[in-house]
């Protein structure tokens, strides 16, 4: 399932908080996906060719293409070489 995230400039007041809004919302929506033992992915690259999908799906007039989310079943175990902790905070206040 992909799933197409839109902001509605008509709505908003505020892009920037708008835009941290729609980052939360995706988030939560991929720790959900997790949760249910689904893959997801929230796709990036896709947005230099937001005008082509804003056309495809028929985006109405003042909306926004932000974001592509997929969602599935996962064929394997995913795996992640993420940085450790100790290189990226920069201070621990215990």
């Known amino acids: 399932m992909a799933i197409a995230v839109f902001l509605d400039n008509s709505v908003s007041y505020h892009r920037e908080k708008d835009m941290q809004a729609i980052g939360a919302c995706i988030q939560n929506m991929l720790l959900c996906a997790h949760c249910l033992g ?16 804003e056309e495809l799906l028929g985006a109405p007039e003042g909306w926004d293409f932000v974001a592509l989310v997929c969602v599935g079943y996962p064929s394997r175990e995913g795996s992640s070489t993420r940085r450790p902790l100790e290189e990226v905070v920069l201070k621990w206040i215990d």
């Open 38 to 53: 689904l893959g997801s992915v929230w796709l990036g690259e896709i947005l230099k060719n937001k005008e082509k999908v």
